[in-house]
């Protein structure tokens, strides 16, 4: 019988994932995910990119100190400072790994690294060796392999084997393969580059053509031993391929691929969560695994089949990545102990008394106002009030009236760490005027560059959940509300977003690796 291989799984969203247009991550989330990630069992973290920037250092630093189970790797390209930095911020790891990358293609040789193949050859060669004087296990790419010549890219490779990588990585950057030629070009580095050795190849997929989790597979299904992926496929342009649905792929169809993960299945989707608030990137609706539709049967004859036999239609439990059905389970004559047992079955073990207080207020609060809350309006509340790095600003009440030929009108009371402040504003709508409000109040005036409304579980009676986006100079933060009433929600959302920016708890979004090439 052909034995089953173990596919390792490196988790990018902190590094590639980070790299999405308008996603700026602060040190308190980045180390949340990174814990979050250790949790669903990941086998390797990619931390992020210590040159980059000192935000980027320290987060690395932070998390490969104080996140324990997997490997915490650290990207650097062919120089010596990169190398240097990386195994610094790596220094307290239990299991550190240096990624080394460089290129591959003609055009990025000529236009991003401005070397011949020689001098990319030989570098690779020298920083490789130099990576491996700080650590055993260096992991050597270079992008764009799909789009370069194979016999540079062999050479490439077997230099970088020579030197010591213990992984070689094979980007698809530019998202340009299709599962065969992919799925090929895996097959021949196996045969013609490792033959046989015990280097572990990895495959790496950027979505651009839609195609980022087929060509992972097809890497798998040709020899690869690792699979970088992020969480619900963020990345840079259209994204990475995505971590829940590989995983789901060789779980569901073990029998098909003879390969297993060790992920923890039952953390994706609050993992999933986790990340599309913190990011302020909304998932689709349809997005496989962990899109709101993902479990839902619309039309009649699929309802008819799933409540005959839910094998009808469904090939997967949703309880297999941790999804709740959308039951009521808790209401405002519940108790302490019901909600904490409620918690405790939505994965909320570690909640401490201090944390558990605040929550059931909260939840009385709610509940008095819009009646039972589902499992997952549940969840959203406990990922709103949890966030460390939240309430720096308070709303003490916010009142507004608009309507048709009225002018719509808002006052705020919120309580800042130099008092209660108090502001009336008008405005072109009602979230307007109470975000002008609030600006007035907390004598801050970022911009807004995004305002989503959600209703968690879909009907008038649920509660709304408010996510804003806002910058000051180069800082960005993400700040999210969940209340009944969605304009409460929105001047939640704005002041945790706008407490951030002020308690120097925001951060900017990290230079991609080309604007580091250019020394920006
Ligand atoms: O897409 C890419 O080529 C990368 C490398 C740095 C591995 O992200
Ligand atoms: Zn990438």
């Known amino acids: 019988m052909e034995k089953e291989r173990h596919i390792r799984i490196f988790d990018t969203t902190l590094r590639d ?29 990619e931390a992020g990119f210590p040159v980059s920037g000192p935000m980027e250092f320290e987060a690395v630093r932070r998390i490969a100190t104080e996140v324990k189970g997997p490997i915490i790797a650290a990207l650097a390209r062919t120089h010596t400072l990169d190398i240097d930095q990386a195994a ?8 550190p790994r ?22 990319v050859l030989e570098m690779a060669d020298r920083m490789v060796r130099y990576a491996r004087r700080y650590v055993d296990d260096v992991e050597f ?8 010549d194979w016999e540079f890219v062999k050479r490439l490779y077997e230099v970088a084997i020579e030197a010591g990588a213990t992984t070689i990585n094979i980007p698809d950057t530019t998202g340009y393969g299709t599962p065969q030629e992919y799925g090929a070009l895996i097959r021949r580095i196996r045969d013609e580059v490792v033959r046989g050795g015990d280097v572990i190849i990895s495959t790496h997929t950027h979505d651009d053509l839609g195609m980022a989790t087929a060509n ?48 923890n299945t039952r953390e994706i989707y609050r993992v999933s969560r986790l990340v599309e608030r913190y990011t302020g990137m909304p998932v689709p ?8 539709n993902a479990f839902a049967h619309e039309s009649g004859i699929h309802q008819d089949g799933v409540i005959k036999h839910r094998a009808t239609y469904e090939i997967m439990d949703a309880e297999l990545i941790g ?14 102990a019901a909600f904490k047992k409620a918690l405790e079955d939505l994965g909320y073990k570690d909640l401490s008394e201090e944390e558990l207080k605040k929550l059931f207020a909260r939840f009385k609060e709610i509940a008095e106002k819009k009646g039972p809350l589902s499992a997952e309006e549940l969840q959203a509340l406990v990922e709103s009030e949890r966030e460390p790095t939240s309430h720096f600003f308070q709303l003490e009440r916010v009142q507004f009236f608009s309507g048709s030929g009225l002018l719509p009108t808002a006052t705020v009371q919120v309580k800042t760490p130099d008092g209660e402040r108090l502001a009336t504003h008008t405005g072109d709508g009602p979230v307007d005027a109470v975000f002008k409000a609030i600006q007035e109040a907390i004598g801050l005036r970022p911009e807004l560059e995004l305002y989503r409304v959600e209703a968690i579980t879909g009907s008038t009676e649920a509660l709304g959940q408010v996510t804003v986006r806002l910058r000051l100079g180069e800082l960005q933060a993400v700040g999210v509300g969940v209340s009944p ?18 308690s120097g708890r925001a951060t900017r979004h990290p230079p991609s690796i080309e604007e580091v090439h250019r020394g920006v």
């Open 17 to 45: 994932g980070e790299q999405s247009p308008g996603v700026a991550l602060s040190l308190d989330q980045k180390l949340e995910i990174a814990q979050a990630l250790a949790r669903l069992n990941v086998d390797i973290i």
């Open 285 to 292: 609706p349809n997005k496989a695994i962990v899109g709101d």
């Open 216 to 263: 992972a597979l097809a890497g798998v299904e040709n020899g690869a031993g690792q699979i970088e992926c992020t969480i619900n496929g963020i990345g840079e342009r259209a994204g990475n391929c995505a971590l829940e649905e590989v995983v789901m792929a060789l779980y569901v169809r073990r029998d098909w691929y003879k390969a297993y993960t060790q992920i």
């Open 98 to 119: 240096i990624h080394v990358f460089t290129s591959a293609s003609k055009v990025h040789l000529q236009y991003m690294l401005r070397k011949t193949e020689e001098e």
């Open 88 to 95: 610094k911020a790596l220094e307290k790891a239990e299991k």
């Open 323 to 336: 999804r709740r059905p959308a039951v009521l389970v808790l209401g405002k004559h519940s108790g302490r």
């Open 141 to 148: 790419s270079a992008q764009d392999v799909m789009r370069a």
């Open 485 to 502: 009433d969605i304009i409460e929600a929105s001047a939640l959302a704005f002041l945790d977003a706008a407490g951030k920016l002020a």
